[in-house]
């Protein structure tokens, strides 16, 4: 009864902000315009506000596509739309203030969709270099890593986009490559039925390739089946495990927050030599104070995307220690990825998809 009520109450909110901006729409168009088919822009608005649920009920990169920029219009809309209202009411409904608001609005979403897809799927690629105070056994001294998550392959991204990140890796040429989470967005049936695999398998390094589950990659129940699927191509896909590469240093793959059941760092830590470096994979950067104080050396997580569409890094900044980029605390060298897929729209405003380097110097 509870679940009922809150879907309920959530379906009434959603459709009085749709309301809402759909009135605001209809008075510029009429105003600006004369537009007289209320009827055929009613039919419109609608459909618009039930793609988004569309977009996850059918398998349709349309749906989804125009569902999330809908999300867009009705998350920017929430905090414009008061503004203009208040403005326009203070300068006394004057006619011309609202032709002209009008056309600042849809300009600015003009610029949000314009920039925010550039954004979207123009990758940079992020170096930092960093030093660990320990040795190891090989005679090379220096190690090359990238970093990429957040891929959220599905019915949106698939394989151009990541021929993308095979390119990148090409060019980079690293020792090794972790993707720390959110292979897949929630369904792996899209990476399956368009192959990705057969562009997956071309993200090689000498090293290897490690990775690990996020939240999306557990919702859609497949987290085993992309298990197998990775490990078919050499993509070594660690729960709660270390493994010891070249015989110099290890990865620990964490499994999700989302798992109830998953493994302290203290547990999983204190079964390994400390006297080598200790990278730790974990998608949700929750942990990394404990990290830290564990003795792990470097943590690699992705998942907050950066809020993906600003101001909503603001709310990140707030939730995690290192939401975006890099922090060092004392020997733990923490690093955050924007991620280089998307989740909901394909627009990033504040921030862009992306690959880290990171080349480390063992002391």
């Known amino acids: 009864m509870v679940t009922i009520l809150a879907g309920l109450a959530f379906l009434s909110?959603?459709?009085?902000?749709?309301?809402?901006?759909?009135?605001?729409?209809?008075?510029?168009?009429?105003?600006?315009?004369?537009?007289?088919?209320?009827?055929?822009?009613?039919?419109?608005?609608?459909?618009?506000?039930?793609?988004?649920?569309?977009?996850?009920?059918?398998?349709?990169?349309?749906?989804?596509?125009?569902?999330?920029?809908?999300?867009?219009?009705?998350?920017?809309?929430?905090?414009?739309?008061?503004?203009?209202?208040?403005?326009?009411?203070?300068?006394?409904?004057?006619?011309?203030?609202?032709?002209?608001?009008?056309w600042v609005t849809v300009a600015f979403f003009a610029f949000v969709f314009i920039y925010g897809s550039y954004n979207a799927w123009t990758p940079v690629v992020r170096e930092y270099d960093?030093?660990?105070d320990k040795t190891i056994a090989n005679d090379k001294k220096e190690l090359k890593i990238l970093m990429a998550a957040d891929l959220h392959l599905g019915t949106v991204i698939g394989n151009n986009?990541?021929?993308?990140?095979?390119?990148?890796?090409?060019?980079?040429?690293?020792?090794?490559?972790?993707?720390?989470?959110?292979?897949?967005?929630?369904?792996?049936t899209p990476y399956v039925e368009q192959e990705m695999r057969t562009t997956m398998e071309?993200?090689?390094?000498?090293?290897?390739?490690?990775?690990?589950p996020g939240n999306h990659d557990y919702y859609g129940g497949?987290?085993?089946?992309?298990?197998?699927?990775?490990?078919?191509?050499?993509?070594?896909f660690l729960m709660d495990?270390?493994?010891?590469?070249?015989?110099d240093f290890l990865v620990l793959g964490r499994d999700d927050?989302?798992?109830?059941?998953?493994?302290?760092?203290?547990?999983?830590?204190?079964?390994?030599?400390?006297?080598?470096p200790i990278f730790v994979l974990d998608h949700q950067p929750r942990e990394i104070i404990e990290a830290q104080a564990?003795?792990?050396?470097?943590?690699?997580?992705?998942?907050?995307?950066?809020?993906?569409?600003?101001?909503a890094h603001l709310i990140t900044e707030r939730m995690y220690d290192n939401d975006w980029g890099y922090l060092n605390i004392q020997q733990l060298h923490s690093f955050t990825t924007s991620g280089f897929g998307l989740w909901g729209p394909a627009l990033r405003i504040g921030s862009q998809s992306e690959v880290m380097v990171i080349d480390v110097t063992f002391n």
């Open 294 to 311: 564990e003795g792990a050396d470097m943590i690699f997580s992705g998942h907050t995307h950066r809020g993906q569409l600003a101001p």
């Open 13 to 102: 909110v959603y459709a009085l902000i749709c309301l809402y901006i759909g009135v605001n729409f209809w008075s510029w168009l009429k105003t600006t315009f004369s537009f007289k088919y209320k009827k055929t822009y009613i039919i419109i608005v609608s459909l618009l506000s039930l793609a988004f649920f569309g977009g996850y009920s059918i398998p349709s990169p349309l749906l989804e596509m125009i569902g999330g920029y809908w999300l867009v219009v009705i998350g920017y809309s929430i905090l414009i739309l008061p503004i203009i209202n208040i403005i326009y009411f203070i300068l006394k409904k004057n006619r011309k203030w609202k032709i002209g608001l009008g």
């Open 161 to 188: 986009h990541l021929d993308k990140l095979v390119k990148i890796v090409n060019d980079v040429k690293p020792d090794i490559i972790f993707l720390p989470g959110d292979i897949i967005n929630d369904d792996i």
């Open 241 to 247: 495990e270390a493994v010891e590469v070249a015989g």
């Open 222 to 236: 497949h987290n085993e089946k992309l298990k197998k699927e990775l490990e078919e191509i050499d993509i070594r």
């Open 130 to 132: 960093v030093s660990i």
């Open 202 to 212: 071309k993200i090689q390094a000498p090293l290897g390739v490690f990775a690990v």
């Open 257 to 276: 927050f989302t798992n109830p059941n998953r493994k302290t760092l203290d547990e999983l830590i204190n079964k390994l030599d400390k006297s080598k």
